[in-house]
């Protein structure tokens, strides 16, 4: 995909923070990244061609149909303190890129938007020299950290790579969302952890709540601080790597192609 990343990021960030706004009483804002080949007559205004589809999805109040008609023109808000620029920026910045932006919604259950950008066609892509391919795999991961931006821009780089993902923001609502996974059988691959966390438990005591309830549970923690002790013996705590913050893509890919599932291990 050929796209200004900055950009996309804020397209990511704004649909999540709708979504998050959404759900005053809480609940699961999902995070799809696909390939996709669209043919003619599929129904989406775009060219036929290959594309990075993008599904946010929540568990919200809605949009009625009526206000379905003006999400993205500016200033278009229902909020108290909405400036109601968030999706017109995001809708200019996804037509930039060629792409396309819409909403689908039920009223009182939630909303889904989908976003389609071109998969890398533009000059410069296909005669490249073929470089190290960008990291893909599969497989859940679930995010804890206390700081919004953190999850959401973990979200967003890591679902364009191809993961589910899910957040908690501390580490007693991650326990509690790895048993319900555990129970529903689509328990994480991984876990990323962070290490102190504002008002809840921190990563040293929730991985050792997650291999209670899970042995095999993989959890890596991370930690603006790389001196702190359980950074630099990540092991002696239970987990199984450790990342410091900032995390960079190439720190992100050394991890994940460690602990994902590859091709066969069946993991
Ligand atoms: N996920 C969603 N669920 C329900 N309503 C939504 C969702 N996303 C957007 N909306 C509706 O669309 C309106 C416009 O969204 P937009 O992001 O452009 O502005 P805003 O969120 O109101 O303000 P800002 O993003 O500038 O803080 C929102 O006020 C809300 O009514
Ligand atoms: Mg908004």
Not at 100 to 107: D, F, G, L, V
Not at 135 to 150: A, N, S, T, Y
Not at 227 to 237: E, L, S, T
Request: charged share 25%; glycine share 12%.
């Amino acid at each position: 995909m050929d796209a200004d990343e900055g950009q996309i990021s804020q397209v990511i960030h704004n649909l999540v923070v709708n979504a998050d706004q959404s759900m005053p009483e809480g609940g699961t804002i999902s995070i799809r990244a696909e390939n996709v080949f669209l043919d003619s007559g599929m129904n989406v205004p775009l060219h036929r061609g290959r594309y990075v589809k993008i599904v946010i999805a929540d568990e919200g109040v809605g949009i009625s149909g009526e206000h379905m008609q003006k999400i993205f023109d500016p200033y278009f808000t229902t909020k108290q303190k909405g400036s109601g620029l968030g999706l017109s920026v995001s809708y200019s910045i996804v037509k930039r890129h060629d792409g396309y932006i819409m909403a689908e919604s039920r009223q009182g259950s939630g909303t889904a938007f989908t976003v389609y950008l071109p998969a890398s066609a533009g000059p410069g892509a296909s005669d490249r020299p073929a470089g190290p391919p960008a990291f893909r795999g599969e497989g859940r991961i679930l995010i804890v950290d206390d700081d919004e931006m953190v999850r959401n821009s973990m979200a967003g780089l890591l679902s364009a790579m191809g993961f589910e993902v899910e957040n908690a923001v501390e580490g007693g609502e991650a326990v509690g969302k790895y048993r319900k996974a555990m129970e529903s059988s689509r328990t994480f691959d991984l876990v990323i952890l962070d290490l102190t966390m504002r008002g809840g438990m921190g990563g040293k005591d929730a991985v050792k709540e997650l291999l209670r309830i899970d042995p095999h549970a993989r959890a890596v923690v991370a930690s603006g601080y790389s001196d702190d002790p359980v950074i630099a013996r990540y092991r002696d705590y239970g987990f199984v790597d450790a990342l410091a913050k900032p995390y960079t893509d190439k720190e992100l890919s050394r991890i994940l192609s460690m602990v994902v599932k590859g091709p066969g291990t069946g993991a």
